[in-house]
């Protein structure tokens, strides 16, 4: 449970960094196009970190698959209630969400992780 | 192991899953077509309308409008072969060459640049005043506002050889052509030739060598969109995905761990876990179904 809290925690912030950096690069576009000419013509973070532009959205793409999948693995080893972890699951879409989906997930499952450490040990003692 | 997938619940919701799943199916083919079509959609859509006279879209020194971008016309004039220029820095099926643009003097007297096609050097016999068509010629093209001035100091040169510009800007083009000119240019699709003022047509020109046609819709870059493709692969990952959620969940019914449980625990069914199923959520105030 440990582990999964950790691969959960690394991925939220991750995805949540490459979602500012797409907000940034779409923000940037809109600065940046000219009127009359479609948003995503405009060169956007391309401007500021060459090529960007391109790699931004497909790191951004791949992290929220992986981290949906970490937020379920996460979800089917401490079973938190199914609705908000649906919502964890979509803050992931939402800028800066996935930082207070990431709080509140740790602050769900931190006591879980020292009620099995102490159920260890409990279960430990009789042998 | 089937018993429990038959079980109402899981059929319920082995229905929603492949809903979704068919959903996250439909749009990963969705940026599957997108990467591998990636010409603008709203310019094709623009440039499949039926064709008007170009007198009523724009004129002379009208302010070129949104609505008449990308726009088929039909503009009705005769070449002005000895005022054709070449653009060079084109790129055409991959391969860089020059547009042929040609001014077509219109019946009020303006004229408007055509690009009558792409030619792969300046000296291909397509692109010579001699293989321009002769008489009145009626082009259907799309019409395209006409491009920005290139980015250069003042004083500063092209470095072009005579009769070649760099973009096809009205700016430049009236100070080398002696007409009123429109502020945007054609690119022809395809022509024929108009009657002459006395009725008659002539034959329709015989292109001895025509330049390459220069298509209607922007040739996109050619290759497979790589953010659509990823996008395409991570839809139809997350619907494999719902399908593999909702076996995980009949297998741990199956098991019996499914009231929550830590499945891959050493501990086996920690005590103080069975005795509480919920006990993170007991501090919020609104708990929602759990399944």
Same mark, same amino acid.
């Given at each position: 449970m440990k582990a999964a809290l950790t691969r959960y925690r690394v991925l939220a912030w991750a995805t949540g960094v490459f979602l500012l950096l797409l907000t940034l690069h779409v923000v940037l576009q809109a600065v940046q196009k000219e009127p009359g000419q479609p948003l995503f013509e405009a060169e956007g973070i391309g401007a500021v970190l060459p090529g960007a532009g391109a790699w931004v959205p497909i790191v951004h793409g791949w992290l929220y698959l992986v981290y949906v999948i970490v937020s379920v693995d996460l979800w089917f080893r401490t079973r938190l209630n199914f609705p908000r972890m649906v919502g964890v699951a979509l803050a992931g879409t939402i800028p800066f969400m996935s930082f207070v989906a990431e709080r509140w997930v740790r602050h769900q499952v931190e006591p879980m992780l020292g009620r099995e450490r102490t159920a260890a040990g409990t279960a430990a003692q009789p042998q | 192991m089937l018993r429990t997938a038959l079980k109402p619940r899981w059929l319920a919701l082995l229905v929603v899953v492949l809903v979704a799943a068919a959903g996250m199916a439909r749009l990963g083919q969705w940026q599957w077509d997108r990467a591998h079509d990636n010409a603008d959609e709203n310019v094709v859509a623009r440039t499949t309308q039926p064709p008007v006279p170009i007198g009523a879209v724009i004129k002379a020194r009208q302010t070129f409008t949104g609505a008449a971008a990308d726009r088929p016309v039909v503009a009705v004039g005769t070449y002005s072969a000895a005022d054709q220029l070449l653009v060079p820095e084109r790129r055409l099926s991959g391969r860089t060459g020059l547009w042929v643009l040609t001014p077509l003097v219109l019946e009020d007297g303006s004229a408007v640049g055509v690009v009558r096609g792409w030619v792969p050097d300046a000296a291909d016999p397509a692109a010579a005043a001699a293989a321009v068509p002769t008489g009145p010629v009626a082009v259907r093209g799309v019409l395209r506002p006409a491009e920005p001035p $290139? =980015? !250069?100091? $003042? %004083?500063? +040169? +092209? %470095?072009? $050889?005579?009769?070649?510009?760099? !973009?096809? =800007?009205v700016t430049e083009l009236i100070g080398l052509w002696r007409w009123p000119l429109l502020t945007g240019y054609l690119v022809l699709t395809d022509y024929t030739a108009a009657a002459t003022a006395d009725g008659t047509t002539t034959a329709v020109p015989v292109a001895a060598a025509s330049p390459a046609r220069v298509p209607a819709v922007p040739e996109g870059t050619g290759g497979i969109d790589l953010r659509n493709l990823s996008y395409a692969g991570q839809w139809f990952l997350f619907a494999g995905f719902g399908i593999f959620m909702w076996w995980r969940l009949v297998r741990d019914d199956h098991l019996g761990v499914l009231p929550p449980a830590p499945d891959d625990d050493p501990a086996p069914a920690a005590p103080a876990d069975a005795a509480d199923p919920h006990p993170a959520d007991e501090t919020t105030p609104h708990e929602g179904a759990t399944l």
């Open positions: - | $290139p =980015d !250069r100091a $003042p %004083g500063e +040169s +092209s %470095g072009l $050889p005579a009769g070649q510009v760099e !973009r096809v =800007d």
